[in-house]
């Protein structure tokens, strides 16, 4: 879309919104109060003035366009966050629209890493289905023998795992740690020109599907996949989510365009900031099921069916969740 079709289709949107931050920024609390019952949809036009902002850079349109748009933005921002104090109502508008939208935004990144991911997952498992010696190339003979431990069907490690209450605040705790800590290195990692990004989502990949075969083709998948399945939904997504963040990252600094590096940093670093965000989110998530449900000794088919849910439920909130509202802005 050339600048000019551009602004005639957005120009009426950015005069009322324009509008709109006039009365507010009145001070007049008459005023006020009568301007956000009318414009209770204000922090939806906000979020359009900002995708507008962020197409108006990407496609390199004027300066004195972008200069406008940034100045609504800037002005809206005050406004919103000046008058909504309500936290949880922006945690909600996040997980309803702005995490889903980005990550359908940043389709491409996402993909590239899945594909990185699970792919190296795959050859790491056909490799040690083939030779079961290559898992010694990874873990050694202790990590090993405590990995059977752990999932050895004739234990009583996993399977009547019903842990007091403290215990599994204790496991949450740990969980939350532990993969918290896997995400930010492999998003932290993008920042030297994606080589830490990339290493720390092919290692992963590679351990999970050395791990995966080993366990399976020595008796050990009864209790290893319905304890995986139900958090692995979350926790896979989040660490693919967070290396694509890192990516995003380091590619701004490889390939800036027009801007400088600086400036192409800054840019990439708001898109991938609200990632990493809904990445840790999901790994909360991810913990807590983790903690509180996949340990507990429950049937395997009920695990597996629950499992099956949780990534259908993931896919589709990926898929659909916030689509209408994000077709009205690009229109």
């Known amino acids: 879309m050339r600048q000019h079709t551009f602004e005639n289709h957005y120009r009426q949107t950015w005069l009322d919104f324009a509008s709109q931050l006039d009365r507010l920024e009145t001070g007049n609390k008459k005023l006020l109060a009568v301007s956000r019952q009318q414009d209770i949809n204000f922090p939806e036009i906000y979020q359009n003035i900002c995708q507008h902002l962020a197409i108006a850079e990407s496609r390199y349109y004027s300066p004195a366009l972008i200069s406008y748009l940034q100045q609504l933005v ?54 040690t289905f083939y030779f079961p010696d290559f898992i010694y190339f990874f873990m050694s003979t202790s990590d090993i023998y405590d990995l059977e431990s752990m999932y050895d069907p004739a234990s009583h490690v996993i399977r009547p795992l019903v842990r007091e209450g403290d215990q599994n605040w204790f496991m949450f705790a740990y969980y939350i740690n532990n993969n918290i800590s896997i995400a930010f290195v492999t998003f932290a990692g993008g920042i030297v020109f994606c080589l830490g990004t990339l ?5 992963n990949g590679i351990i999970i599907g050395i791990v995966a075969t080993h366990l399976s083709v020595n008796g050990y998948g009864e209790t290893f996949w319905p304890f995986v399945i139900g958090h692995g939904s979350f926790e896979l997504t989040a660490i693919v989510i967070a290396a694509a963040a890192g990516l995003k990252l380091g590619l701004a600094i490889l390939a800036p365009q027009r801007k400088t590096r600086l400036e192409a940093l800054r840019y990439a670093a708001k898109t991938a900031i609200n990632l990493v965000i809904g990445a840790f989110i999901m790994l909360i998530i991810a913990a807590f099921i983790e903690a509180y449900w996949s340990s507990m000794n429950s049937a395997s088919n009920l695990r597996f069916a629950i499992g099956i849910l949780l990534w259908i439920a993931v896919i589709s909130y990926f898929l659909f969740t916030g689509k209408t509202r994000q077709s009205n802005e690009t229109n």
């Open 74 to 127: 800037q002005r809206g921002h005050r406004i919103l966050y000046q008058h909504r104090s309500n936290f949880w109502l922006r945690i909600i508008q996040f997980i309803v629209h702005d995490f889903p939208n980005c990550i359908r935004q940043e389709k491409n990144l996402i993909l590239g890493a899945t594909a990185l991911f699970y792919g190296s997952a795959l050859l790491s498992a056909l490799i």
């Open 199 to 203: 290493y720390y989502l092919l290692i």
